[in-house]
């Protein structure tokens, strides 16, 4: 194996040194730090040196495993020059490549295309290393604790623990770890990973001017953030598509809410017949999934084929067909269609929810209203309102980011039309989000869309974590 | 109605006030039927396209006079649709399957053990929770798109799992949390485990987050677009929504009946889940407003 060449061979020795040492066990004069610090050099020799064979080779393991991935993966060759592109192993590859993005592009030689850097898939594989050495720098922190901890008690006197018994304590103990990793595996490499890679994709000018492996990808800092807030095209379509999301989340939240709670009211009327059967029917648009009932509307709305031009035609209300989604002329009509559409997915939901709270409340308040003599009108806006209210606000700010990233309905309905020749890439009805999807996925513009992804992230995770402060403020009250 | 403290005034007064709750019930009942026709019609007009002659946008009617079954044989003939149907049935599966097992899990371990780390972990939870999971989705997009790991079935359900997992651990500890710690308490003095007491007491009484999560995870890759649209690219990998989106988006709109077919064919099993469970998920839904 090529592992005994290169690193651990200057190291070999301190375990050994491990026996000479500690022939005094119980009241050794060995102070703390030292077989801390022989953990912090290879792992595990510390509670070799604190005669703990069974957990030395535990973490002594991890070690091996480290080092030994590291140079097999790599070109440990003795006597050749080394070179973090040539010779690395995967972690010392990954860190390179992290930090260069490749350094070597693919190039036209006699003999055919050269093999280049490929510096997406450097960044990812950097990220993946990066990652798994703060995993790793877990264990060795662990261990040098650990070390240094026994050495303690050992000096006070104490009797060694068997690293059996250490074991089945931490059993014990780590039970909670052990039932979380199959979670936090999955969150760390299918969330935590590509989080960081958006992130850093924002920093770098990975596009399609500029697509790996053709092409290496550099780091530019913050040139593309520069870029949206200063070319007036970018920050104008920038603007535009934010204010209107802005204005799209607040009507969206506010009508479903008003028509749900409108609706939860009357429902409540002791003088409807059958509640249930209008229950359920109302409840539909929430339970068609939401894909089904947005592509339908937009077959209704459809401007040539679509039932609603042509009854308009029919009654004579229009002379021609409303081109309701692509009237490049009219962006408002198609955002107050949207908007009502949403309307019609939306207040369900809220219907439901008002109408539980509704139950809830005890008729004695009504009585009580009644006696003081109020009407219908005012026992709804002194009584029902501010409780269903007070219930329903933390989940109006939920729907509000809700109907912040609605990328399915502007996407199903509309697909952002109509065009809007001010705009970047980005028509009169688009969300942020569907911009951003735009960007991406369409025109490849990978750097931008990044960019936008962390300023969608801050303005929503502002307001989260705004309504989750004054959450938790209510319920301590 | 009358209400109790009317029930001495004279009668005329009476007489009026009952007029008067007629005419505000006959208005109450115009207008709940008002918007249920606007609920239903969109949704009688698909049922009714999709069992009308088959072709193109402009020729559909709500109640079709020749009715049959043509656009659904159609459906699962001409069209790969059988084919996106076992597709969105796998990831819907597998998504509910590890999403609850995994999320159960986390939520009983962040509810009732106490270790060093807890509250970073929750923390960890709150902001990834709040990170758009589409976001995400472009980041793996890219990712998968430079290892070539696209169009994997399996992999579209291993993202869906991780991007609901924080919400679904939060909503789980959130329930957890409200049950009476002395059960367990008194099982682990009868000495049983972590894993039997998680096993034996805990899931039985976790039951209704245990069905809202499993509903909410098997009917959201049915409906999911982007992720399936951004990781699955061959024909033969496409879900329903893609499908769907496809047959809509179709210039001329010639498909429209088959795709009326195929969204009816889509929308009564979830229709049907949500309508039975809809206690359990509005109740859900209110439990993760409350936590955060």
């Known amino acids: 194996m090529v592992s005994t060449t290169k690193t651990p061979s200057p190291r070999v020795p301190t375990p050994g040194r491990a026996p000479r040492e500690p022939g005094n066990t119980g009241s050794s004069a060995l102070p703390a730090p030292v077989p801390g610090l022989a953990s912090a050099l290879v792992w595990g020799t510390g509670q070799l040196i604190n005669r703990q064979p069974g957990k030395a080779a535990f973490f002594f393991a991890f070690y091996a495993t480290a080092i030994t991935w590291e140079m097999v993966t790599g070109n440990y060759y003795a006597g050749m020059e080394f070179t973090a592109r040539a010779n690395g192993g995967f972690f010392v590859r990954g860190l390179w490549g992290l930090v260069t993005l490749g350094d070597t592009p693919r190039e036209m030689s ?85 989080i960081t890679f958006g992130v850093l994709v924002a920093f770098t000018d990975y596009n399609r001017d500029n697509l790996p492996p053709m092409n290496l990808v550099n780091w530019v800092g913050l040139d593309t953030f520069a870029q949206i807030f200063t070319v007036p095209s970018w920050t104008g379509t920038f603007l535009g598509v934010l204010a209107w999301t802005f204005v799209w989340a607040i009507l969206a939240t506010a009508t479903t809410y008003c028509a749900g709670f409108l609706l939860a009211v009357l429902l409540a009327s002791k003088k409807v017949r059958f509640p249930r059967v209008w229950r359920t029917i109302f409840l539909l648009p929430w339970a068609v999934p939401g894909i089904v009932s947005a592509l339908v509307f937009r077959a209704m709305f459809n401007g040539q084929f679509g039932p609603i031009s042509q009854f308009l035609v029919d009654i004579g209300l229009t002379d021609e067909r409303v081109y309701w989604f692509t009237d490049p002329t009219n962006p408002n009509l198609a955002r107050a269609v949207a908007l009502l559409v949403n309307l019609w997915l939306g207040f369900p939901f809220f219907m439901a929810l008002v109408g539980g709270v509704l139950t809830n409340i005890p008729d004695s308040y009504y009585e009580a209203a009644r006696i003081d003599g109020a009407g219908t009108l005012q026992q709804l806006r002194y009584v029902t309102v501010p409780i269903v209210q007070r219930t329903c606000t933390p989940l109006l700010v939920l729907a509000f980011v809700a109907a912040f990233n609605n990328f399915g309905l502007v996407y199903f309905l509309t697909e952002g039309g109509p065009d809007n020749v001010d705009y970047r890439f980005a028509g009169s009805t688009d969300l942020l989000v569907t911009w951003l999807f735009k960007l991406t996925l369409d025109n490849r513009l990978y750097n931008i869309g990044a960019v936008m992804s962390i300023i969608v992230f801050f303005i929503v995770g502002t307001i989260s974590v705004w309504n989750l402060r004054r959450s938790r403020a209510i319920r301590e009250l | 109605m009358v209400s109790t403290i009317q029930r001495e005034t004279p009668a005329n007064i009476v007489e009026r006030e009952r007029r008067k709750g007629r005419v505000s019930s006959v208005f109450i009942h115009l207008c709940l039927l008002v918007v249920a026709v606007i609920v239903v019609f969109p949704l009688l007009w698909v049922v009714g396209a999709s069992f009308g002659p088959g072709g193109g946008l402009a020729n559909t009617t709500p109640i079709p006079e020749d009715a049959s079954f043509d656009n659904y044989v159609f459906l699962f003939t001409e069209t790969g649709y059988g084919r996106w149907y076992l597709n969105s049935l796998y990831i819907a599966t597998f998504n509910m399957v590890g999403g609850v097992a995994l999320s159960a899990l986390c939520g009983y371990v962040f509810a009732r053990i106490r270790f060093r780390g807890r509250k970073f972990g929750m923390l960890a939870i709150l902001v990834l929770q709040m990170f758009p999971s589409f976001l995400t989705a472009i980041a793996v997009y890219m990712l998968f798109l430079n290892f070539g790991l696209l169009d994997s079935l399996t992999g579209v359900a291993l993202v869906g799992i991780a991007a609901a997992l924080p919400y679904n651990t939060w909503l789980m500890k959130g329930y957890t949390d409200n049950l009476p710690a002395s059960l367990d308490e008194a099982a682990a003095l009868d000495g049983a485990g972590r894993i039997t007491i998680f096993r034996k007491i805990m899931l039985p009484l976790m039951r209704p987050m245990l069905a809202f999560v499993a509903v909410m995870q098997f009917t959201m890759p049915w409906m999911d677009f982007i992720l399936p649209r951004l990781l699955l690219q061959s024909r033969s990998k496409q879900t329903v929504a893609l499908g769907l989106f496809d047959m809509i988006t179709d210039q001329y709109a010639n498909d429209f009946t088959t795709f009326a077919a195929g969204a009816v064919f889509l929308a009564v099993p979830i229709t049907v889940i949500f309508v039975i469970m809809q206690r359990y998920l509005v109740a859900g839904a209110m439990a993760g407003a409350e936590k955060g």
């Not at chain 1, 990652?131 to 060694?160: K, N, Q």
């Not at chain 1, 909670?176 to 936090?184: E, V």
């Open chain 1, 110 to 194: 006699l003999t055919g295309l050269s093999e280049g850097d490929n510096s997406i898939v450097l960044l990812a594989n950097g990220i993946i290393a990066l990652l798994t050495l703060c995993l790793l720098a877990i264990v060795a922190i662990w261990s040098v604790r650990d070390a240094a901890r026994c050495r303690t008690r050992l000096g006070a006197g104490e009797a060694p623990e068997r690293s059996a018994d250490y074991f089945r304590r931490i059993w014990e103990g780590a039970f909670a770890y052990i039932a979380l990793s199959p979670g936090l595996v999955l969150i760390v490499f299918m969330s935590v990973l590509p």
